[in-house]
């Protein structure tokens, strides 16, 4: 078979398949112009609620951030005339940075940010004395599924049960957290924390063993040099 015949089957069968194809899109233009529809909406739809979603999150984050500066802030030196952002005494600061992270919490509770907003307003409920919103907030933060996060409103749900002399539950949580440690709450953290409940309620024995277990797994850290101290009554 020549070139010249080749070529002329090739442009008979383009031809015939282009044919083929705009028959088809005749017969089907209906369906075919609400299927191209429908997927200019879906993508508009999915840029939309990207794009809203960025827009909400650099909205939280900034709304976290101001909340956080302000629980940072400088506290006044006594005798020291009042300054704009500075605080006279800790409670107050704790008090102007909790009403920010439950507005925070309330309005971005679906986005991490509100997770993390949680977990401080229950922070400074706590520092103010209202333990049962503190319990509330830490509880939501504790259901986080950032593990790290979740873990840090647990131990902080833990120091508050014991505070309020609910031990078996703040024992519970830490002997948990101590099985499944993170990154913000090690192993030893929490039996730290567990052997100082057990030291307070006269458990002696088993806060010594704690440390014992604490000092061996961690011998250069901070956790082993601060259960070495309690080991020896310092």
Same mark, same amino acid.
């Given at each position: 078979?020549?070139?010249?015949?080749?070529?002329?089957?090739?442009?008979?069968? @383009? %031809? +015939?398949?282009?044919?083929?194809?705009?028959?088809?899109?005749?017969?089907?233009?209906?369906?075919?112009?609400?299927?191209?529809?429908?997927?200019?909406?879906?993508? %508009? &739809?999915?840029?939309?609620?990207?794009?809203?979603?960025?827009?909400?999150?650099?909205?939280?984050?900034?709304?976290?951030?101001?909340?956080?500066?302000?629980?940072?802030?400088?506290?006044?030196?006594?005798?020291?005339?009042?300054?704009?952002?500075?605080?006279?005494?800790?409670?107050?600061?704790? $008090?102007?940075?909790?009403?920010? @992270?439950?507005?925070?919490?309330?309005? !971005?509770?679906? &986005?991490? +940010?509100?997770?993390?907003?949680? !977990? @401080?307003?229950?922070?400074? !409920?706590?520092?103010?004395?209202?333990?049962?919103?503190?319990?509330?907030?830490?509880?939501?933060?504790?259901?986080?599924?950032?593990?790290?996060?979740?873990?840090?409103? $647990?131990?902080?749900?833990?120091?508050? !049960?014991?505070?309020?002399?609910?031990?078996?539950?703040?024992?519970?949580?830490? *002997?948990?957290?101590?099985? $499944?440690?993170?990154? *913000?709450?090690?192993?030893?953290?929490?039996?730290?924390?567990?052997?100082?409940?057990?030291?307070? *309620?006269?458990?002696?024995?088993? %806060?010594?063993?704690?440390?014992?277990?604490?000092?061996?797994?961690?011998?250069?850290?901070?956790?082993?040099?601060?259960?070495? +101290? $309690?080991?020896?009554?310092?």
């Amino acid at each position: 078979m020549d070139t010249q015949t080749r070529h002329a089957l090739k442009t008979d069968s @383009f %031809a +015939q398949a282009t044919a083929t194809s705009v028959s088809w899109l005749s017969d089907h233009r209906s369906g075919v112009v609400r299927w191209v529809i429908c997927a200019v909406v879906v993508l %508009a &739809l999915g840029v939309g609620s990207l794009i809203c979603w960025n827009v909400r999150a650099t909205a939280a984050d900034s709304a976290l951030g101001a909340a956080l500066d302000v629980y940072s802030a400088t506290l006044a030196q006594p005798g020291a005339p009042a300054e704009k952002g500075v605080y006279a005494t800790a409670g107050e600061r704790s $008090k102007a940075a909790n009403q920010l @992270f439950v507005a925070v919490a309330q309005q !971005y509770g679906l &986005l991490q +940010q509100g997770a993390k907003a949680h !977990y @401080f307003a229950g922070v400074t !409920y706590a520092e103010l004395g209202q333990n049962g919103s503190a319990e509330t907030e830490l509880k939501t933060a504790a259901g986080s599924w950032n593990r790290n996060l979740s873990s840090l409103a $647990k131990l902080a749900l833990a120091n508050l !049960y014991h505070q309020t002399a609910r031990d078996s539950q703040a024992i519970d949580i830490l *002997t948990a957290l101590a099985a $499944k440690p993170t990154e *913000t709450v090690t192993a030893s953290a929490a039996k730290l924390n567990l052997a100082d409940i057990y030291a307070a *309620t006269g458990k002696q024995d088993q %806060a010594r063993k704690l440390w014992a277990e604490i000092k061996d797994a961690d011998k250069d850290g901070m956790a082993g040099s601060v259960a070495t +101290q $309690k080991l020896s009554g310092k």
